[in-house]
């Protein structure tokens, strides 16, 4: 299995991911969520082109003393590539080593009730189910998600009791793997 090559995001490839998101997930994201992603830090976006064709993408955020996985997706004919787990893995690495995430102790996402491939996928990078979010969705069907997360450096955690959620215009993603 060859590795898939992880582009950062640009404004050249910016509409490229606008698309492949409307493509993949039932949820619509707006020109403020682009911006904010150019204005991230470099390698907290990743796309994944072949053949000139952006089949894949992973969008985060840092949100307090977690690292937020807005976006992770991969066209229906290009899964069972490695593709997904390249995502991941520089989900992993990011987490580990980028200077924008030093004060992160777990990395969080949320799956769409229903979506059982994308929670045994996630599981197998040692991510589990946190809780079960009622009516997060308020446009698509079914409306529940399940966050999932993973903790990577239990003693960077705040209080578990303090409200979560990023502070930004990017807030219901997806996971299309």
Same mark, same amino acid.
């Given at each position: =299995?060859? $590795?898939?090559? %992880? *582009?950062? %995001?640009?404004? +050249?490839?910016?509409a490229?991911? @606008? ?6 997930f ?8 682009? !911006? !904010? ?9 990743? %796309?994944?082109?072949? +053949? ?10 840092? +949100?307090?003393?977690?690292l937020?996985? =807005? ?8 899964? !069972?590539?490695?593709?997904? *787990? ?5 989900? %992993? ?10 004060? $992160? ?10 979506n +059982? ?16 979010? =009622? ?15 993973k ?23 997806q @996971?299309?793997?």
């Open positions: =299995m060859v $590795v898939p090559s %992880l *582009t950062p %995001l640009s404004k +050249d490839n910016v490229q991911l @606008s698309s492949l998101n409307s493509a993949l039932p949820v619509s994201y707006s020109n403020r969520f682009y !911006e !904010e992603l150019l204005a991230a830090p470099a390698d907290l976006v990743r %796309l994944v082109f072949e +053949d000139d064709v952006l089949v894949a993408a992973v969008c985060c955020a840092v +949100d307090g003393d977690a937020y996985v =807005m976006t992770l997706g991969v066209l229906a004919p290009y899964r !069972e590539r490695g593709i997904g *787990t390249a995502l991941v893995k520089h989900v %992993l690495d990011t987490a580990d080593k980028s200077p924008s995430c030093a004060a $992160v102790g777990r990395i969080y996402m949320h799956v769409q009730e229903g +059982d491939e994308a929670l045994h996928f996630y599981s197998k990078f040692g991510f589990s189910v946190k809780r079960k979010l =009622m009516f997060y969705y308020t446009r698509v069907s079914p409306p529940h998600c399940f966050e999932v997360e903790v990577i450096r239990p003693h960077l955690l705040r209080s578990r009791n303090a409200p979560e959620g990023p502070e930004s215009a990017v807030r219901h993603n @996971s299309a793997v």
